[in-house]
Antibody
Framework: EVQLLESGGGLVQPGGSLRLSCAAS????????MTWVRQAPGKGLEWVST????????YYADSVKGRFTISRDNSKNTLYLQMTRLRAEDTAIFYC?????????????WGQGTLVTVSS | EIVMTQSPATLSVSPGERATLSCRAS??????LAWYQQKPGQVPRLLIY???TRATGIPARFSGSGSGTEFTLTISSLQSEDFAVYYC????????FGQGTRLEIK
């Protein structure tokens, strides 16, 4: 059974940093691209970033480019999102999700999410 | 950025009836279109990918159609568990989601 478990969310001041983690199990982690998607409270879904299976290819939404860094440790089956220079508009639930099909970035399994609140 | 526009914003349908949800892309996305269902307090669930292929375990009452810029999600006979918010998402370019359609009980 595929399981994705995010952690690392919390309250952070504007301009601060936070690192999210997503522990994966139930599939061969290194074979799949992984993604972060966020959802502001009461709002819709926004793609944030995707990383290829080997970690060599990374992609970012314009809204986070230069501030967020996606990475993965395939030996630990874990996905990360390092977030810096956080803004109030980054407040959201952050979900990690699995990309089932190569370069087709749709998402078949989602974690339960971790809440990031940016506020002073 | 490809903008995805869903309509209507809210759809009221009685159980047992058919629901038709629409999604329009600002430019062609070929068949690179997925649909998700999200219930309150739950994570999104993949329903459809490739515009018309049901994901694993999705009941046959869910069907997707369309290509290019116009897409439709049809739920043939609504069950109580189908009332939720539905999102379309294109993956022809960097992924973008529609704003969602809330399907509510009439």
């Amino acid at each position: 059974e595929v399981q994705l478990l995010e952690s690392g969310g919390g309250l952070v001041q504007p301009g601060g940093s936070l690192r999210l983690s997503c522990a994966a199990s139930g599939f061969t982690f290194s074979n799949y691209a992984m993604t972060w998607v966020r959802q502001a409270p009461g709002k819709g879904l926004e793609w944030v970033s995707t990383i290829g299976g080997s970690g060599g290819r990374v992609y970012y939404a314009d809204s986070v480019k230069g501030r967020f860094t996606i990475s993965r440790d395939n030996s630990k089956n874990t996905l990360y999102l390092q977030m810096t220079r956080l803004r109030a508009e980054d407040t959201a639930i952050f979900y990690c999700a699995k990309v089932p099909d190569g370069d087709n970035f749709y998402f078949d399994y989602w974690g339960q999410g971790t809440l990031v609140t940016v506020s002073s | 950025e490809i903008v995805m526009t869903q309509s209507p914003a809210t759809l009221s349908v009685s159980p047992g009836e058919r629901a038709t949800l629409s999604c329009r892309a600002s430019q062609s996305v070929s068949s690179n279109l997925a649909w998700y269902q999200q219930k309150p307090g739950q994570v999104p669930r993949l329903l459809i990918y490739g515009a018309s292929t049901r994901a694993t375990g999705i009941p046959a009452r869910f069907s997707g159609s369309g290509s290019g810029t116009e897409f439709t999600l049809t739920i043939s006979s609504l069950q109580s568990e189908d009332f939720a918010v539905y999102y379309c998402q294109q993956y022809d370019n960097w992924p973008t989601f529609g704003q969602g359609t809330r399907l509510e009980i009439k």
